[in-house]
């Protein structure tokens, strides 16, 4: 199968970026954090940058093994108000650059999960008293936002394929978006029911599987597809300085 190659470059780019190297032993949180304007990644490996950028799994990445041993902190302005695709975009560039990150991508297959509709299609509905879930189509064109309370799970204005690359992580696997649902939605999912002692710890494959079925009326199904798969042709293990 014919591999494309990746550009180096983007035409996108950040108008300041300050990559550094974090604390050793650092047991801060590990995430990427995209603004309006922004980029803020705290705690991160190369290997987790590269698959934020490209959409992908680490599990579709084939690169040298420090890859996802070093971690870094990034802070970068975008020159104006940015969606998160192009924030995508900007990291890619600032790889290229700042690491000499060349990559291709080909196709492989490999065992994904399918994000589909149920039978009796998606459960759209309003937050009652006796129903804490809710899954709405909002129009808002704000930023996604997530958050949680004691018993349960909330997305806001979250697009489907965004909800499924979250999914990827805990299922180990990449999770395809085939509901064909292409608007925003307001998510809640109660997980009272999946926790499984009093310490609060979540059965979270138990709850993808069956929650997302019987509470928003969508279902995973594992099977095989062909998806992109990263191989890193050359990066360097330190970036240049700011």
């Not at 999960?113 to 709405?136: I, M």
Request: charged share 25%; glycine share 8%.
């Amino acid at each position: 199968m014919l591999a494309v190659i990746c550009c180096a470059a983007s035409a996108q780019t950040f108008d300041v970026a300050s990559i550094r190297e974090s604390v050793p032993d650092s047991r801060g949180s590990r995430d990427i954090t995209p603004g309006p304007a922004s980029l803020t990644v705290r705690n991160m490996s190369v290997l987790g940058c590269i698959a934020w950028a490209y959409r992908v799994q680490g599990s579709q990445i084939s690169g040298p093994p420090w890859l996802d041993e070093e971690k870094f902190d990034i802070a970068a302005k975008a020159p104006g108000r940015a969606d998160e695709n192009s924030l995508r975009l900007m990291l890619r560039a600032l790889l290229a650059d700042r690491f000499a990150l060349k990559l291709r991508i080909e196709k492989k297959e490999m065992a994904v999960y399918s994000l589909t509709v149920g039978k009796n299609g998606p459960n759209f509905h309003d937050a009652t008293a006796k129903d804490s879930s809710k899954f709405r189509e909002t129009q808002s064109e704000e930023p996604s936002h997530l958050g949680e309370d004691k018993t349960g799970l909330m997305a806001e204005r979250i697009r489907l394929s965004e909800m499924a690359d979250l999914l990827s992580e805990p299922l180990q696997r990449p999770v395809i978006d085939n509901t064909g649902l292409k608007g925003r939605y307001d998510i809640r999912l109660d997980v009272a029911a999946y926790m499984t002692n009093s310490e609060g710890h979540l059965d979270a494959i138990g709850f993808i599987l069956s929650g997302f079925q019987t509470q928003l009326g969508l279902k995973l199904e594992s099977g095989k597809e062909n998806v992109d798969y990263l191989v890193i042709e050359s990066v360097n293990k330190t970036p240049t300085q700011n």
